[in-house]
């Protein structure tokens, strides 16, 4: 099973962009789809973008055309490119890694704030 650790979040303004990575350690992470996710004060957490393991992409509504997805399968990363940051999009957000029976892994989350 493989670990995640994210980087990269921090405090913009709005237009912005932020470039989120998370490092897999372990084995197996081309085996895993993986996602973003994250979590504003007092609301669920939602999934933002997610990979699978051949490559397809999901977007949530509200950031299609402003996130892209990646995986670098090589590096044990994958990333979320955010352009054109919003004050909604302030939240933590986290890397999730899933696979077959029910193999589940999630990072620490890092804090993005877009604000002026």
């Known amino acids: 099973q493989v670990q995640l650790v994210e980087s990269g979040g921090g405090s913009v303004q709005p237009g912005e962009s932020l470039r989120l990575s998370c490092a897999a350690s372990g084995s197996g992470f081309s085996l895993y789809t993986l996602g973003w996710y994250r979590q504003a004060p007092g609301k669920q957490r939602e999934l933002v973008a997610a990979?699978?393991?051949?490559?397809?992409?999901y977007f949530a509504d509200s950031v299609k055309g402003r996130f892209t997805i990646s995986r670098d399968n090589a590096k044990n990363t994958v990333n979320l490119q955010m352009n054109s940051l919003k004050p909604e999009d302030t939240a933590v957000y986290y890397c999730?890694?899933?696979?077959?029976?029910?193999?589940?892994?999630w990072g620490q989350g890092t804090q993005v704030t877009v604000s002026s």
């Open positions: 999730k890694g899933s696979r077959g029976a029910g193999v589940v892994t």
């Open positions: 990979i699978t393991t051949s490559g397809g992409t």
